[in-house]
């Protein structure tokens, strides 16, 4: 028989292991090594398993025993949970990194506009919550105590010894939490003392578990099949839950195990490495699987061997004691004591964090005059807080455990905790899901689901009488029947546990719901939400608008120093000065470099309480308007907005471009205008010169002979004939050009305008000429100024005879039709104008070739004017031999009077 | 802005198609879990109910499935994602 004192000697030998392990950790750590063990997924894993707790040591096979598979559901939640990482986990640990989250209460504080009000009331709420669970926890080792010292008891009386249990136990963790869990400030820091502590727990609590499973199976019922008939015929042996229970308890465990304190610290702040949470997506689920595959038949078990009155919660010890394994039996209670303690001390660990960072600071930085520019080590501040919540949560639970007397069964008092962090559930999946969450709405809805729970679920659980009289129970409160604690709103065919969940969820997730979308969040909020909400969208990553002076850089470095230490501070400074490129220098306060300082500082007090440090140096936090921007933009707006600006520029573009293209337009007129002028003062200079020389001469020489006098007169006339005719042309052409020229429009033939153009160009030529002509095809009606075109054919005519270099000159003037069009083709055979001058024969004054006529250069141009009026083409075509000028006259002026033509 | 092309070469398809497993994977677990065993008699009606042994049965065996296909989607997750790393830590031009 295993007596107290050996009880006592081998768990103090446990314990005392525990703080070897612990420190060599903590040791190895600091000195680099064994990280492959410390920072394996391995020991991740294991961490996790302080979800199984003396709750589910103890208490899966009590539950067993009072509700057969029911138990089951508290693994399948988080199981679901595990396997379906890529859902939530994911998002939270890659926010907890991105934002250096250091609990629960900081997450959703950080998220709604890093507001304390909210993580004041998770923390609140979270520590409610658990007191009753750590009171569990010590219960259910005093219960273990109070089995094996049933023979004892005789030396002192047993109520006694409970509580001597339950303050020593209580006492140990409080100085082992203490010893290794305030060692570093920086939260996300691994606890790596805590964290192997809890992995080798995790080890002795399955290989305890397991082994009364396998005694239970081969020992004493003697083999699988003989179990499984036992299990069938047992109490318990049929499916007795009902279908709304089952469903709700899987997804209220499926809620705590994200929401719990201590879950949320070793899930996500106590992660290393986002793949560790890949594999422990299927390795914790083994383990649930495990630590819950034998509870059935134990219970089963125990329900045959134990005398009625015997604690079920207990079977897992009391069996193997019953059957003389004394062995096995301790393993047993080591196993509890395993389960309890490392529940116990990440529980505090993830609470005081949270009460120190969340209530503490603010409370000291508001009472302290001068905040975080007072003098002293703000660290030494920080510590203490921690080490007094540790403290004071110990003490809460041990006081809870005190006040309740240890009664109750402990998946009951489980459940309720449950229920009251489960409330966290719609803040927290709203806050990393939607965007439009607002502070108020979480506040709303935290709130409601709290009180909601309270009243329906933990002040019922203490009985009629207990904390809310029995008539609250029959009558509801105030006498209203509608608010009766188990029956809300009249609804009494429900199971209490689904009643309080059901009520409470929805009208917390309601709440939520529409307060946020009613409420409108402040800047910080919604820069807070993008960034939790597109945490994978590497886009949404920009600097927050913190603008510090040169001057305010000193007194950030001495607030930092006093928070994480000189050395540590000294070293992040001189990194961001190295990444400013400021080598040796401190480093300038841009706005990256104090949301980098403020995530820093975040990682020891909090994100709330961070960001108020520095605001108390820097002044407020400005938001600037691209950063608004930013948040406005559901990166649509962004891409809109850009697409706007691509738009903005192409039309900028455009038109600087047309501007050049006028710009250069406009000079080249202008050069134009000059050659222009020039060309004109030449034309009009060489006969003016000729008519001032004769002139001269008949007025100065007395003795011209009359011949002489006649051919010089002659001479003057001829020029004034040129000097007219030039003028005639410019003024034709200006009138042409300027496009005030009034067309004469009626129907003519052209056979008669080609006609009078031949016989015109003719009689003014001397030389002779072949020119064939197709009478028959002239024959063609037309609406237009008959003079003005037969200006045209003349200049074309007189043109070839002008200059056609041939010996025996031929000009050929065809008429054809083509579509609508008439063409008249003038084709001579002489050597045509050469290749450099087909672009440019219709400008004005170009002379071409030969020196030899006597024009001006400015009839091809008249014709051009003249024919693109008349709504018709003119232009060169060069032949093999000779050249040929086309008229294209448009259709409209063929064929019928169409009285539009006329407006010609 | 670089947009993701709308067809992928076989490897990317195969790997978007694992990544879809892991998310339905949870939710089917959740359908045989949650909704199957409400569909069980427990008693209250006329037919006999389900014996517990059946049950523990269903679970555990749902269980260890759920367990194996998370892990083996893992490795095969895993072995792509390396091979990810491997490509993207290439400098890039």
């Known amino acids: 028989m295993v007596t107290l004192n050996l009880l006592i000697a081998v768990c103090l030998i446990y314990v005392a292991g525990l703080f070897l392990v612990a420190f060599l950790a903590e040791r190895a750590a600091l000195r680099g090594r064994g990280g492959w063990l410390l920072r394996s997924p391995l020991v991740y894993t294991l961490s996790l398993s302080i979800y199984c707790t003396a709750w589910t040591f103890y208490g899966a096979v009590g539950y067993a025993a009072r509700s057969g598979l029911e138990y089951v559901t508290i693994y399948l939640g988080p199981t679901l949970v595990m396997i379906g990482w890529w859902w939530v986990l994911r998002r939270l640990v890659r926010i907890g990194r991105a934002q250096r989250v250091t609990s629960v209460a900081d997450l959703i504080s950080a998220r709604f506009g890093k507001s304390n009000l909210l993580a004041v009331m998770v923390t609140a709420m979270a520590v409610i919550g658990v007191t009753p669970y750590i009171a569990l926890q010590l219960q259910s ?256 639970g041990y006081l809870y455990y005190r006040a309740s007397g240890g009664s109750g069964a402990l998946a009951a008092i489980g459940l309720i905790s449950f229920g009251g962090v489960a409330q966290f559930l719609p803040a927290l999946l709203g806050g990393i899901f939607w965007r439009g969450a ?182 407020g936090q400005a938001i600037s308007v691209e950063e608004l921007m930013a948040v406005a933009d559901e990166s649509a707006q962004i891409l809109e907005y850009s697409s706007k600006l691509e738009l903005k520029s192409r039309q900028l573009a455009e038109t600087a471009h047309e501007l050049s293209r006028a710009n250069e337009k406009l000079t080249q007129l202008s050069l134009l205008k000059d050659s222009f002028l020039t060309q004109i003062s030449h034309e009009l200079r060489t006969p003016m010169t000729s008519i001032r020389s004769f002139s001269e001469i008949l007025r100065d020489m007395a003795d011209l002979s009359d011949v002489d006098k006649t051919r010089y007169a002659s001479i003057i006339h001829s020029e004034t004939i040129r000097l007219t005719r030039l003028l005639d042309d ?50 063609v009606t037309l609406v237009t100024d008959g003079d003005r075109l037969a200006q045209v054919f003349i200049n074309l005519v007189s043109n070839a005879l002008k200059y056609c270099d041939a010996a025996e000159p031929e000009l050929d003037i065809a008429v054809r039709r083509e579509a609508e069009n008439v063409i008249v083709a003038f084709t001579d055979n002489g050597s045509g104008i050469p290749a450099d001058g087909e672009t440019v024969v219709f400008e004005k004054f170009v002379r071409l070739g030969r020196g030899e006529g006597d024009g001006a250069g400015l009839g091809l141009a008249i014709c051009r004017e003249i024919v693109t009026r008349l709504g018709g083409a003119i232009s060169y075509v060069p032949l093999e031999k000779g050249g040929r000028f086309e008229v294209r006259l448009s259709s409209g002026h063929a064929g019928k009077e169409l009285p539009r033509m006329l407006l010609i | 802005m670089a947009k993701t092309p709308l067809f992928l070469e076989r490897q990317s398809y195969r790997r978007r198609r694992m990544m879809d497993a892991v998310r339905i994977l949870p939710l089917l677990c959740a359908v045989l879990w949650m909704i199957v065993p409400m569909m069980w008699p427990n008693g209250t009606e006329q037919s006999e109910p389900t014996s517990l042994s059946h049950a523990i049965g269903y679970v555990f065996i749902v269980w260890a499935v759920g367990i194996v296909a998370t892990a083996g989607l893992w490795h095969r997750i895993r072995s792509r994602d390396d091979a990810d790393e491997a490509r993207q830590t290439e400098p890039r031009s």
């Not at chain 1, 009460?355 to 975080?372: D, E, T, Y």
């Not at chain 1, 409420?519 to 886009?539: C, H, I, K, M, Y």
């Not at chain 1, 006093?562 to 401190?586: K, M, N």
């Not at chain 1, 080609?754 to 002509?773: G, K, M, N």
């Open chain 1, 730 to 779: 410019l003024l034709d052409l200006a009138v042409l050009e300027g496009g005030q020229v009034s067309l004469n429009c009626k129907t003519v033939n052209l056979h008669d305008i080609l006609e009078q153009a031949v016989t015109t160009a003719q009689a003014s030529s001397a030389r002779e000429f072949d020119i064939r002509r197709q009478v028959a095809n002239e024959d």
């Open chain 1, 141 to 396: 080792v005093t219960l273990s105590v109070s089995i094996f010292a049933a023979d004892d008891v005789s030396s002192m009386q047993s109520g006694d010894l409970n509580d001597y249990a339950a303050f020593w136990v209580a006492a140990g963790l409080a100085v082992f939490t203490l010893v290794f869990g305030t060692r570093n400030l920086n939260a996300n820091e691994r606890h790596h003392g805590v964290v192997i502590a809890v992995a080798v727990e995790a080890v002795v609590k399955l290989v305890a578990l397991l082994a009364v499973g396998a005694f239970v199976v081969w020992g004493v019922a003697g083999g699988l099949a003989d179990t499984i008939s036992r299990i069938d015929a047992s109490p318990i042996g049929t499916w007795q839950t009902g279908g709304g229970r089952w469903s709700a308890l899987i997804v209220l465990s499926a809620a705590a195990f994200v929401c719990l304190p201590r879950m949320f610290q070793v899930l996500v702040v106590e992660n290393e490495d986002e793949r560790h949470l890949q594999i422990a997506s299927w390795a914790f689920p083994i383990y649930l699987l495990a630590i819950s595959l034998f509870v059935v038949p134990i219970a089963v078990i125990g329900l045959e061997l134990m005398p009625t009155g015997a604690n079920p919660d207990l079977y897992v010890l009391t069996i193997p004691l019953s059957q003389g394994q004394s062995g096995l039996a301790m393993l047993v209670f080591l196993g509890g004591f395993s389960s309890a303690t490392s529940m116990v001390i990440v529980a505090t660990l993830a609470l005081s964090t949270m009460m120190s960072n969340h209530i503490v600071m603010p409370l000291w930085l508001q009472l302290s005059a001068r905040g975080a520019q007072q003098s002293g080590d703000v660290r030494a501040v920080v510590i203490r807080a921690r080490r007094l919540s540790i403290l004071l949560i110990i003490s809460l």
């Open chain 1, 438 to 619: 607002t502070r108020t709405g979480a506040v709303a809805g935290l709130a409601a689901g709290f009180v909601v729970w309270m009243y329906t679920m933990l002040l019922p659980s203490f009985g009629p009488d207990g904390a809310l009289p029995a008539a609250v129970f029959e009558q509801g409160l105030f006498g209203v029947s509608q608010l009766r604690p188990r029956a809300l709103f009249g609804i009494t065919g429900l199971d209490p546990t689904v009643h309080a969940v059901w009520w409470s969820l929805s009208l917390n997730t309601l709440l939520f719901i529409t307060v946020s979308i009613f409420s409108f969040p402040t800047p910080l909020e919604r820069l807070q939400g993008a960034q939790f909400v597109n945490v994978f969208d590497r886009s949404s990553r920009h600097a927050r608008g913190w603008s510090a002076s040169e001057g305010e850089a000193e007194d950030l470095m001495i607030m930092s120093q006093r928070i994480l230490g000189a050395p540590e501070a000294q070293a992040f400074f001189r990194d961001q000065a190295l990444q400013q490129g400021r080598v040796g220098r401190s480093p300038a306060p841009t706005p990256e470099f104090v949301q980098a300082l403020e995530r820093e500082l975040a990682a020891s007090v909090g994100a709330a309480t961070a960001n108020a440090m520095i605001g108390q140096i820097i002044g």
